[in-house]
């Protein structure tokens, strides 16, 4: 299923959000067993690469960093909100988002930014999703 297995998991957590009417698992939630607070993804790096509209990485960093208890690098976030709408194409930016993910943006058009979100952990993973959302594109790293 490889690069498919994101999306097709997205696309069922928010059908099952609206079914069940919100996170079932989320810690604010009675009933429920997990300890959030310990909860660490510790997995292989990995890289994804997708094509996103520009106004929607800013959106992408918000919400990630909603989701997230460690903030990601601040003055990172902020050069790339500030410097993204001005990427021309073919220029390239590479930004740390934290200790665990990092980013390379290369402008493709006036429209679409491609990016490769490389890393592990939880903040990778809540960036990644993020992203995967807010997508128009979405390729294997060697597809750029």
Do not use: Y
């Not at 790339?80 to 930004?95: C, D, N, Q, S, Y």
């Amino acid at each position: 299923m490889g690069i498919l297995k994101k999306p097709a998991t997205w696309v069922a957590e928010k059908i099952a959000d609206v079914l069940l009417g919100g996170d079932v698992l989320a810690p604010e939630r009675e009933g429920t067993e997990i300890d959030w607070q310990g909860m660490e993804i510790e997995k292989p790096r990995k890289s994804l690469t997708a094509g996103i509209p520009r106004i929607q990485l800013e959106l992408a960093i918000g919400a990630a960093n909603r989701r997230l208890d460690e903030k990601m690098d601040a003055d990172g976030c902020r050069a790339l909100i500030k410097r993204a709408p001005e990427i021309e194409a073919g220029e390239m930016m590479a930004v740390k988002l934290g200790e665990s993910c990092s980013l390379t943006i290369e402008g493709r058009d006036g429209k679409l930014l491609w990016l490769e979100v490389v890393g592990s952990g939880t903040m990778n993973e809540f960036f990644w999703d993020e992203i995967l959302g807010r997508a128009s594109e979405v390729g294997r790293p060697d597809d750029t």
